[in-house]
């Protein structure tokens, strides 16, 4: 089955700490994004990857880094400069090209600051 | 800076009701617009896309509209079923290579057999 797949499903992190969060796509797509969600609110973008081992801050990057180093994957890692990282992380792709406007989402990761 | 507004946060309705979710964006330069659903927990699934040159789309008992010039879409939801409970999420698409998606907050619909 061709999909997203995100792990873990659950992460606890202590403060000081940098976590990092698997996106593993095998759809073929070129473009690859991270999503923070908090309650009650809509989705906002941390960084993007058009191509590989190319990437581009989103809206919220700050405290965030990513790597592109396998079309396949797109690592997220959450460092201790992040002041307030317990949040849902989503993971989308989309094929690039015309007509291929739809991102597809994995299940998410939720973070937990202890 | 685009921004997207859906009202109201959450609505319950009985099964068997048609209902009508709204979203609206304050910058009519979209290149599409996209409704996604959200059970508890869980990623998103796309539902229905509609490019900024179309008016609506129709998926089954889903139907969503456009209208730029009032930065508004509706998503149309016929002979509603208790599966259906879940949120909603509206995004629109910029026109950058990226295609970047600004998400409103989401309704959460309560279906009640």
């Known amino acids: 089955d061709g999909g997203i797949t995100q792990s873990p499903k659950y992460l606890f992190r202590k403060e000081g700490q940098n976590v990092t969060l698997s996106c593993e796509q095998n759809?073929?797509?070129?473009?690859m994004y991270w999503y923070r969600q908090d309650p009650g609110q809509g989705l906002r973008l941390i960084y993007y990857?058009?191509?590989?081992?190319?990437?581009q801050k989103g809206d919220i990057a700050e405290g965030y880094s990513v790597s592109r180093e396998k079309k396949e994957s797109f690592p997220l890692t959450v460092t201790s400069a992040q002041k307030n990282p317990t949040a849902f992380y989503l993971c989308a792709s989309r094929r690039s090209g015309s007509g291929t406007d739809t991102q597809y989402f994995g299940p998410g990761t939720r973070l937990t600051v202890l | 800076k685009q921004e997207v507004t859906q009202i109201p946060a959450a609505l319950s309705v009985p099964e068997g009701e048609n209902l009508v979710l709204n979203c609206s964006f304050t910058d009519s330069a979209i290149y599409n617009l996209q409704w996604f659903r959200q059970d508890p927990g869980k990623g998103l699934t796309s539902l229905l896309l509609i490019q900024s040159s179309q008016r609506e789309q129709t998926s089954g008992r889903l139907n969503a509209s456009l209208d730029k010039s009032s930065g508004r879409s509706t998503l149309y939801i016929a002979a509603s079923q208790p599966g259906d409970s879940a949120t909603y999420l509206c995004a629109a698409g910029d026109s950058g290579s990226a295609r970047q998606l600004t998400f409103g907050s989401g309704t959460q619909l309560t279906v009640l057999p």
């Open positions: 990857s058009q191509i590989v081992n190319d990437f």
């Open positions: 759809l073929n797509h070129d473009a």
